[in-house]
């Protein structure tokens, strides 16, 4: 019984972790939005894909993810390529050197506010939220991808923005 209100309670804490990923959000400039910003952390991490390949790793329907790259097609943060592996009409979502400036901008910020709000935090203590995190997430690997989907990449020296 005391290992299920253990578990319990971690539900409970990590369900609120919804208000600090929405006060991620909130530091995102207004020129780009969470779903722009996955899609700049995901071509970012992954290299240049198809559509439907960022469809799958963002996890949402084709029509939103074509506002998203519309998004920042438009900003010129991303370019859209002749896939010479497709037909004629077949492209490649690639990031250009703006879009890996506005995604570092996005990672400074983040960083930012995360020095901020957790300045009285040893670094130690952060290494172990990371290493706990980062092991948190594992356990849930298998479950969160296609079975087919490539393992994840190496974590990033500065946190990706939320999405």
């Not at 939103?64 to 097609?73: E, G, K, L, M």
């Not at 910020?109 to 290493?131: H, K, N, Q, T, V």
Request: a positive charge; aromatic letters at 2%; hydrophobic letters at 40%.
């Amino acid at each position: 019984m005391a290992a299920q209100t253990r578990y319990a309670e971690l539900a409970r804490q990590l369900n609120s972790i919804g208000a600090l990923r929405r006060g991620l959000l909130r530091a995102l400039p207004a020129d780009c939005p969470s779903g722009p910003a996955a899609t700049l952390s995901l071509l970012h991490r992954h290299g240049e894909m198809r559509m439907s390949r960022l469809c799958e790793l963002l996890a949402i329907d084709m029509s939103v993810t074509s506002r998203h790259v519309a998004h920042t097609v438009d900003r010129g943060w991303v370019e859209r390529a002749t896939d010479p592996g497709g037909d004629r009409r077949s492209r490649l979502l690639r990031l250009t050197p703006e879009g890996r400036a506005k995604l570092g901008e996005l990672h400074r910020r983040s960083a930012e506010l995360l020095a901020g709000r957790l300045a009285d935090w040893s670094d130690p203590e952060i290494g172990e939220l990371i290493a706990m995190l980062e092991r948190l997430r594992e356990s849930f690997t298998g479950d969160c991808r296609p079975a087919d989907a490539p393992a994840p990449p190496a974590p990033a020296s500065t946190p990706a923005p939320a999405r």
